[in-house]
T-cell receptor, first 112, second 112 residues
């Protein structure tokens, strides 16, 4: 089992640029979560998908953030335009039903 | 609202036991979790406990749950340098899906 796969692992970009983070959940898992981790705010849930449908996006910070899940094996989190305060580690996690969430290695984003 | 609190730092000597404490607020939480995060890595599930249990043991790990006081602890026996990491407590809250609320994490430092 490959686990949750995220790409890129590191991203450095300039303010105003579009950033796209990618996630491949564990095969067979029907729920996917995007989290953001910062020193100041800890781990925050951004959005939750179930069967490819966004169920809870109350954690998405603002309209600059958007997430999609076009199929069961792929999700994207996009930031447009990016700002320095978006610098963080972004994690994707997946699970089957109400079982334990399994996390990917994260994408470390730095916006200059 | 839901909140999870844990101390930020713990230092122990190699071979001693470590005890990491956590308090949570949602009395309806079904599961409570401990995750481990090593530098530059994602969150790894260590163990979890169902809310109707008061203790769970898994090799060197012992989880104690005091539901009355909403207190959770993780004991690591014979702590090794490889146990140095950040440990996150999380509660699974109700609301249609198993949403996790994480604490800020306890950084465990193991010294010789």
């Amino acid at each position: 089992d490959a686990g949750v796969i995220q790409s890129p692992r590191h991203e450095v970009t300039e303010m105003g640029q579009e950033v796209t983070l990618r996630c491949k959940p564990i095969s067979g898992h029907n729920s996917l979560f995007w989290y953001r981790q910062t020193m100041m705010r800890g781990l925050e849930l951004l959005i939750y998908f179930n069967n490819n449908v966004p169920i809870d996006d109350s954690g998405m910070p603002e309209d600059r953030f958007s997430a999609k899940m076009p199929n069961a094996s792929f999700s994207t989190l996009k930031i447009q335009p990016s700002e320095p305060r978006d610098s963080a580690v972004y994690f994707c996690a997946s699970t089957q039903g109400a079982e334990t969430q399994y996390f990917g290695p994260g994408t470390r984003l730095l916006v200059l | 609202g839901e909140d999870v609190e844990q101390s930020l730092f713990l230092s122990v000597r190699e071979g001693d036991s470590s005890v990491i404490n956590c308090t949570y607020t949602d009395s309806s939480s079904t599961y409570l979790y401990w995750y481990k995060q090593e530098p530059g890595a994602g969150l790894q599930l260590l163990t979890y406990i169902f809310s109707n249990m008061d203790m769970k043991q898994d090799q060197r790990l012992t989880v104690l749950l005091n539901k009355k006081d909403k207190h959770l602890s993780l004991r690591i026996a014979d702590t090794q340098t490889g146990d140095s990491a950040i440990y996150f407590c999380a509660e699974g809250v109700s609301g249609g899906y198993n949403k996790l609320i994480f604490g800020a994490g306890t950084r465990l430092a193991v010294h010789p």
